[in-house]
């Protein structure tokens, strides 16, 4: 991974405070202002990175299934 702060990059694409990342992961939060200063061990960078992409993809999938909503409306419609 690269040197960018990854508790930070998460944290902005998810638009929440690095506390409400910390509840999230259930981290204490004396352990979580370490990470986020950038002492972050190899397996919490991927405890993050996990949540990242599970929040992702429950966005994605959200997204098909209101686009399928909509196919299924269209063709009771027709």
């Given at each position: 991974?690269?040197?960018?702060?990854?508790?930070?990059?998460?944290?902005k694409e998810l638009g929440i405070t690095q506390k409400e990342l910390a509840?999230?992961?259930?981290?204490?939060?004396?352990?979580?202002?370490?990470?986020?200063?950038?002492?972050?061990?190899?397996?919490?960078?991927?405890?993050?990175?996990?949540?990242?992409?599970?929040?992702?993809?429950?966005?994605?999938?959200?997204?098909?299934?209101?686009?399928?909503?909509?196919?299924?409306?269209?063709?009771?419609?027709?």
């Amino acid at each position: 991974m690269s040197n960018e702060n990854i508790v930070k990059k998460v944290c902005k694409e998810l638009g929440i405070t690095q506390k409400e990342l910390a509840e999230r992961l259930g981290v204490p939060q004396p352990t979580f202002a370490r990470w986020a200063s950038g002492d972050i061990p190899e397996h919490a960078k991927k405890l993050v990175m996990l949540y990242l992409e599970n929040m992702q993809l429950k966005q994605k999938l959200k997204k098909v299934t209101n686009a399928l909503k909509v196919l299924k409306e269209f063709q009771e419609n027709e």
